[in-house]
């Protein structure tokens, strides 16, 4: 792409934004009026196998306990969670479960175990491509509190709906151990999440009605190549800043590494624009989503072509705007800010080129100054190396040295920090 064509970016999302402004930019909801909040979520992918992030999901389980850590960003005095088979070819049969606070690693403080139930029974049938929830559960919760769910599937599941970079650690042990407190069974470890969709904690105090922040994204948002189980992606670093500033919020994370704006991948999930009313629209208490997404659109096309990238067409930063257009006008229509957050540079990783880079360049610069967005995260600027003159890489002391395009814990806190708080 060359100068003129950057130039020309800009006008061409104008006129995209003209053509549908003949109706009402947002569409205000109801206020959001219920004690539960979502407290933690993960987005649902379809089974598949990468070779550099090995997991269970294709294989699934039977008679095998799996018990998963997560870290929740709201207080209740009860506590609900989510099971998603959204890719589930067949009904999933869940035999128990159980919610406990952690005790670190596998283990779980014993005084804390209590038993899942669903519509009043212990075991529950998911159907194929559902959602359901438990029952609420009397577990009083702090925010930034670790909480453990264990499940119990007598028989075989089938591939697993999973969430594939977790950036923590999920146990697997053979039989029933949902009630252990101990680790000794919990001999097989993954980076995954499977099967669980989210968290909800009651809280009569809605915190004047703020609501959910979701972070809606790739492999940058999902926090790959921050520390596992040290909670230092960017949304979990954003919650403790809301939280210190006094303005506490649950933040959601919805990202997938991978994930493109305009097309699906087998191993990166469905696109951004195929997903976003699910992963970032779907929960009732969302008032605003931060969107960074395109990386994976620009990079994919220039790299070795297998299972997880084919079908990955060169795209136009027209292309691209014109996809953010959409979420754009899906969250509007739902009364949700949505705030855009700009492609960081990605010089240094094996595929960058100067024509894909252009296109980068000219997205970000409509995402400056388009105005369709509420607010701008404008990461590429917090994140790039002030001594490179074409300010096309990222600092040294934030990238990752192995691919030059994600980023150690320090970068992942840049970015949090980056982040206007009054824009949400």
Known sequence: MNTKQIALAVPFAAALLAVTATTPAVARTAPWNSDWHSAWAASPQAPTHTPWYANWSEQGFADQSVRQVVRVTAEGSEVRIRLSNAYGKTPLRLTGATVARSAGGAAVRQDTVRALRFRGAGGVTVPAGGELSSDPVALPVRAFEELTVTFFFQGPTGPATFHNVAM?????????HRRDAAADAFTDQSRSWYYLAGVDVKNRDRGGDRGAVVTFGDSLTDGFGSTPGANGRYPDRLAERLAANGTARPVLNAGIGGNKVLTDSECFGESALSRFRR?????????????LEGTNDIVQPDVPADHCTAGSPRVSAEQIIAGHLRLIREAHARGVRIVGATIPP??????WNKPADDV???????????GAYDGVADFDRVLADGAD?????????YVLEMDHLHL?????????????LNSL
């Not at 992963?279 to 969107?291: K, S, Y």
């Not at 990605?346 to 595929?351: I, K, L, T």
């Not at 003159?389 to 002391?397: L, N, Q």
């Open 168 to 176: 923590a650690t999920s146990y697997r042990a053979a039989g029933d």
């Open 389 to 397: 003159p074409a300010g096309d890489s990222i600092k040294d002391e």
């Open 408 to 420: 150690k814990d320090a970068g992942y806190k840049a970015m949090a920090d980056a982040v206007d």
């Open 346 to 351: 990605y010089r240094g990783f094996p595929a």
């Open 279 to 291: 992963d970032a629209l779907g929960r009732p208490d969302v008032r605003t989503v931060i969107v």
């Open 360 to 370: 980068r360049i000219a997205v970000n610069t409509w995402i400056r100054t388009g």
